[in-house]
């Protein structure tokens, strides 16, 4: 039994149809304290002021202190699930509220 190349081609192109290839770049920092509804966080070089973060349990951060090792940020949800070491991750929002005459 011979192998043909056109063979070996087909079937690798039939097995590669369907695959779907992206590539997507999140920052992830962690947290370094917790205390009174703010976090320190380490890692996140690249958050900007406002922005939303995603913590662990659901519980999101709005980014209020840009320093050079750390970023602050204030807890909406429940700051006692929040421990030292836990990651987050940035969302790149910016935090907004809708308004209206309702």
């Known amino acids: 039994m ?10 690798l192109k039939e097995r590669l149809e ?17 205390g009174d509804g703010i976090a320190r966080v380490y890692g996140l ?5 406002g922005e939303m973060l995603a913590f662990p349990h659901g519980v999101v951060g709005i980014v209020l202190n840009l320093e050079r090792e750390s970023v602050g940020a204030v807890l909406l949800g429940e700051a006692t699930l929040i421990k030292e ?3 987050v991750r940035r ?8 308004w209206g005459t309702a």
């Open 85 to 87: 070491g836990d990651e």
């Open 2 to 11: 011979s192998i043909q190349p056109e063979e070996i081609t087909r079937i």
């Open 18 to 34: 369907g695959v779907s290839l992206s590539t997507e770049m999140k920052e992830v920092g962690s947290v370094l304290q917790v």
């Open 91 to 98: 969302t790149g929002r910016i935090m907004e509220v809708p």
């Open 45 to 49: 070089g690249n958050a900007v002021a």
